[in-house]
Every structure is written in C-alpha cells, then in structure tokens.
C-alpha cells in the first residue's frame, strides 16, 4: 500500500471505505487493523473532509452522529497532527486545551470515586454521594467550553464550507449536556442508595465522564488542528475578544492574548464609542467605574434574571475568592450541593416577589462575616437579577466611642 503514502486522494477514498464499513456493521477492531495495516497515520484534515464528503453524498448527518464515536475511536493515536503548529500561550485554543486538562483531571478523579463506592463504609456513603453531586455540577461547566466552539470557532469553519464535521460535533455536545443533566438531576435524589447510584454510573455517569473524554479526543485530535489551519490571527482575536462573554470552564486564563498587532491604543480606539457610562445621577469612564467598583470594601457578584453569575469585584482583599471560570455559570453548580436548596430558595422568593433581602453572617476564623442577597428589580418592579455582597463586619463590630479627628488607616 505504499502508493497511498503521497496519494492524498486515494487516501481518503480509502478512509471512507473504512468508515462505510462501520456503518455497515463490520467489528471495529478489524477495522482499525485494516486503517493502521493500509493507512498507517492520516492528515487531519483529510479525515474532516471525509466526513464533509459522506454527508454531502448522502449519508444523513445522524448517520453520522451515530457513526462518529466509533470512527473517532478507530482513528485514535492514528491521525497526524504535524501540521497543527504551535499555540500561543492565551490564545483561544491554548485555553480549550487547559480546559481539557482540567475536564480529563475532574473525570478521572469522579471515575475513582465510582469504582471504590463498594468497599466504602456505611458511614463513608452520604460522603462519597456529596462527592458525585459536587463533581458532576462542574461537570457541567464544559456547557461553556461547548458554546464557545458553537457559536465562535464553527461560523468561521463554516465560511470556508465546512459545515457537516460542526454539526456532527454539536450534536453529540447536546448529547453529553442531556447525560450530565440528567446524572445531575438523579445525583439530587433524596436518600439514595448505594444500588441506585451503581446503576445510575451504567446508564448516566460512566456515558456522561465518556462523551466528556471521547470529545476531548476528537477536539484535539481533529478540529484544533483544523481550526488552526483555516483561521487567521484576526479571526482568532475576535474569538479570544468574545469568549468572556461566555466564560470559561474549570480554568482562568493567566494570561490576555493579544497578537504583536494589536495595541493599548487600538483597543482603545475599539472601546470608545462605550467608554462613557452615562446615568441619571451622575457619569462615569469605564475605567472610573472599575475603580469604584474594586475599591469598595466589600463582595459583590451578580446573578442575571437567567440565573448565571455575569460579575464579580475585583477587590483587593475579597472574602470570598472568585475567578473568571464561573462567569456564564449557572449559580446553582457555584455553590456546594448542600447549599443548592437554599440559593434555588432564595431565587424562587426573589423572581415570584415573594422576598427581596436575605440576610446570612457566620464565623469565619478571626473574620465574622455579613452576607446579604439582594432582588434587584427596575422602575417597573420586574426582577433582572441578584446582588450579592459580602463583608468582613469585624472590624465595625469591635467600634466604640467616636472618632471625629483625622486619622489614615492603611
């Protein structure tokens, strides 16, 4: 088969012969044999424009779909990625590529989790159960690591027409979300069993920690290499500039990739015509009004009307540390699922109008702190969000006296 080595055309004749016999049912390990005994390893985007050209010839994109982890599995450590190049630190693909790091290290702490449940004591259960419900709540999170490759690194694929291998893809990310709601929903079953959660990891978590880890396969495997190859610098900087909107998943970036080209000025010039901040009472610069914000001495994080944390300050000494990972989170999977009753409580109260404060302070070490919620609502009393402020009040609670002279504090 040494006349497919420099014969890209015949190559991919000879992968979708391979992938058709998949689809007609041929066992998968004699598959891959075959690919590796004729093909050996394969350019990546010959492989992508395979599957565009199965689905332009025909073959359903559920077909597809359905068809798409059994082909990923047969190319796996068969797939060339030479041409890929190499990634700036911060660039939109260096942080997907963090991301999944962080994805495999959650999956493969969960997956040890599930196989010691049978040799756990009685009393060690509710613990390790805690453990699945916490970890399957960040689970969710690669939501925003999906969104961001749907609605920011697919349209620029699908300007140079290719558009099946997207869709396939985004098919099987509403795949993995449907499986990590429902093992998250399941997970929140008052009293579970031992016996329930073993069946539940057959049918939803195992399928759930899969779909997370065979996507990660195919991502870096195939589409960051063909991304890399069709996108250009400025495309990438648009996607770098909108990914906050979205967020990111279990990982902030340390760092703000910006390529060589663009400046301090030109980002301001970009900025301008939302630098100014105009109010009834008064105006501000952006960067004013990010000063005030970071130099008030307390917490604040805001929950929009969809339940996703949209901000936090920035302050010099927070109580509560926060990073931009949980931006676009849902503020359900932000707090532990002991918790989880009390924040759907207070959302509920808030939207049906029933309750607009709520009030909670606890000990922290030396620190006593105060936190309020907030229903924050317009001029016509409909809810946009929740505010939330925290402060260490130890400092006011230890006040006696009066102090009327000039005094600095540090």
């Not at 349209?155 to 449907?178: A, C, F, N, Q, S």
């Not at 990438?236 to 663009?262: A, M, N, T």
């Not at 901040?277 to 009004?289: K, N, R």
Request: proline share 5%; hydrophobic share 40%.
């Amino acid at each position: 088969m040494s006349e497919l080595i420099n014969n890209s055309s015949e190559r991919k004749k000879r992968l979708k012969e391979l992938i058709l016999k998949l689809h007609a049912g041929d066992p998968e390990s004699l598959v891959k044999q075959e690919l590796v005994d004729t093909l050996g390893s394969i350019p990546y985007g010959e492989v992508v424009e395979v599957e565009q050209e199965l689905i332009n010839e025909g073959l359903p994109e559920a077909e597809v779909l359905k068809l798409c982890d059994v082909h990923a599995s047969v190319l796996h450590g068969n797939v060339d990625l030479s041409a890929a190049g190499n990634i700036p630190t911060g660039h939109p693909l260096d942080v997907m590529i963090h991301e999944n790091i962080a994805l495999k290290k959650l999956t493969d702490e969960t997956s040890v989790i599930l196989q010691n449940l049978k040799a756990l004591d009685e009393e060690e259960i509710p613990l390790a159960i805690l453990k699945l419900r916490t970890a399957f709540n960040n689970l969710y999170d690669v939501d925003k690591h999906y969104q961001r490759k749907e609605y920011l690194i697919f349209p620029y694929l699908e300007k140079h027409g290719i558009t099946g291998p997207p869709k396939v893809m985004w098919g099987k990310h509403d795949e993995i979300r449907e499986l990590i709601k429902g093992s998250i929903e399941a997970l929140q079953t008052p009293d579970i069993s031992l016996d329930e959660v073993e069946a539940l990891a057959e049918i939803l978590l195992l399928p759930a920690m899969r779909g997370v880890s065979d996507m990660i396969k195919k991502e870096e495997e195939i589409l960051f290499p063909m991304a890399l190859d069709k996108l250009i610098e400025t495309d990438w900087y648009e996607i770098h500039r909108q990914s906050l909107e979205i967020g990111f998943c279990l990982y902030d970036p340390p760092v703000d990739w910006k390529p060589d080209w663009v400046h301090d000025s030109s980002l301001h010039e970009m900025n301008k015509s939302l630098n100014h901040i105009q109010l009834p009472s008064g105006s501000f610069e952006i960067e004013e009004l990010l000063c005030l914000l970071n130099t008030l001495p307390l917490d604040m994080t805001f929950v929009d009307r969809n339940d996703k944390v949209k901000y936090f300050s920035q302050g010099a000494e927070r109580v509560f540390q926060r990073n931009r990972a949980i931006l676009n989170r849902d503020v359900r999977h932000c707090h532990p699922p002991a918790s989880a009753h009390i924040v759907d409580k207070i959302i509920e109260d808030f939207k049906s109008g029933k309750a607009s404060k709520a009030p909670f302070w606890i000990k922290m070490g030396d620190k006593y702190i105060h936190i309020e919620y907030f229903a924050m609502r317009n001029a016509a009393g409909e809810y946009l969000g929740t505010l939330e402020v925290s402060h260490d009040v130890s400092y006011y609670r230890n006040l006696t006296g009066e102090q009327r002279i000039l005094s600095y504090t540090k």
